[in-house]
């Protein structure tokens, strides 16, 4: 089963839709993400890697015997419309929770407005690393991933340990641009490094009008050039972005290691300019590695796969990557958080058990909450873009 079709294959079962239409006595979650342009891939693998889970569950006869059901509304990659698109799919629906937004953007708009709070619904899993969202006191927030300080963190011990001391920075220039330039000059010096450049790229400077075309990036890779340096982070969240800068980077002959954060998904980037591009790429992960075979949670996921209705060969055959899998895990959470608020859960009882959960197991990946931190999960590996694109450990 190619990628593309494992998609279409989970929306084929019925359990995903736009639509208020339930059984009486389902559990409605309602996602809203970047389904269209060019982060559409983030929000269509959360909602993927979340399908294995919910129709897993479902199979089983649901969760304190009523079934789970994925409603889903695009906020088209704009923060504003992530807004306005909860509190219609919440008006519509009257979900039990909010589930799996794609971006930091999108996050911090929800967050800057108090939304989680005005509804009383919790918002699980959020696809954010910022530490105004894992910082923010919240109760009604749940981050089932590491933040960036943990993933910068791991790149630069990488760093330290292959002795390379000088390196150069990219990152937007936006909110979380200035957060993560924060988060390097502190931990450089932690590590012994030195950053060597910082260059700040307008994210929202003006992009080629060709929808498959990648931005233009040169102005920032020739600023990196004109330093000599060993390594590299494009500390951008922006996948499309992030593929324009190892794309030109790349190209030139002194280029050094090129490294990136989670957020930037290795495998499309590989896909979008080339395996020979991205190839050596070092990428940090917030599960699993995708090629670690033998990690129980991939294990996990393959099963619930067949269980949900995949037949063996469809799932030998599916493709699952890290941002499937941090969907998968946000659900877990969920369904572990529904299961122990029993049969009469409300969103209040739904998020005090949430916050009770603590070394919850999820094939070897453990999530804990508790008290003012909203980061459920440490997890960091860094793992490297190999010849065919895969990301090996």
């Known amino acids: 089963m190619k990628k593309g079709f494992s998609l279409a294959w989970l929306l084929a079962i019925g359990m995903v839709c736009a639509a208020p239409a339930r059984a009486a006595g389902d559990w409605v979650v309602a996602q809203v993400a970047s389904f269209s342009g060019s982060s559409a891939h983030i929000g269509n693998d959360l909602r993927a890697g979340a399908m294995v889970a919910f129709n897993a569950a479902n199979a089983r ?139 700040a790229h307008d994210n929202k400077a003006k992009r080629d009008t060709q929808a498959h075309e990648l931005p233009n990036v040169r102005e920032a890779i020739d600023a990196v050039l004109r330093v000599p340096h060993q390594a590299v982070l494009f500390a951008v969240t922006d996948p499309t972005l992030m593929a324009a800068m190892v794309a030109s980077y790349q190209r030139d002959p002194r280029h050094a290691v090129m490294m990136a954060l989670s957020s930037a998904d290795g495998r499309w980037i590989a896909e979008r300019v080339g395996s020979d591009r991205a190839r050596g790429l070092l990428i940090t992960q917030t599960v699993p590695a995708a090629g670690s075979a033998s990690a129980a949670l991939l294990r996990r996921f393959a099963n619930d796969l067949k269980l949900g209705g995949a037949s063996e060969e469809d799932a030998a055959e599916f493709t699952v990557n890290s941002v499937m899998l941090e969907g998968y895990v946000s659900a877990q959470v969920l369904i ?58």
């Not at 300080?149 to 150069?168: N, T, Y």
């Not at 608020?341 to 453990?366: K, T, V, Y």
């Not at 590996?381 to 090996?392: D, M, S, Y």
């Open 61 to 199: 006869g649901g969760v304190a015997g009523r079934k789970l059901k994925l409603v889903v509304r695009d906020d088209e990659q704009q923060p504003d419309k992530a807004l306005a698109a909860t509190r219609a799919l919440v008006e519509q629906t009257k979900p039990i929770a909010l589930f799996g937004l794609s971006s930091n953007e999108a996050s911090l708009a929800l967050l800057q407005a108090r939304l989680p709070e005005a509804l009383g619904l919790p918002l699980v899993g959020p696809r954010a690393g910022v530490a105004r969202v894992l910082e923010s006191g919240s109760a009604q927030v749940f981050v089932t991933r590491a933040g960036y300080r943990d993933e910068i963190k791991a790149l630069f011990q990488h760093c330290e340990m292959s002795g390379m001391r000088e390196v150069a920075l990219v990152h937007q220039k936006d909110e979380v641009g200035t957060e993560i330039l924060a988060l390097a000059d502190a931990l450089a010096a932690q590590h012994g490094l030195r950053l060597v450049a910082r260059v």
């Open 336 to 393: 572990e958080g529904l299961r122990r608020a029993g049969s009469n859960a409300d969103p209040a009882r739904l998020g005090a058990a949430l916050q009770g959960l603590r070394g919850f197991d999820i094939g070897g990946f453990d999530i804990s909450f508790g008290g003012a931190s909203r980061q459920g999960s440490r997890f960091v590996e860094v793992a490297i873009l190999g010849r065919q694109g895969e990301l090996v450990r």
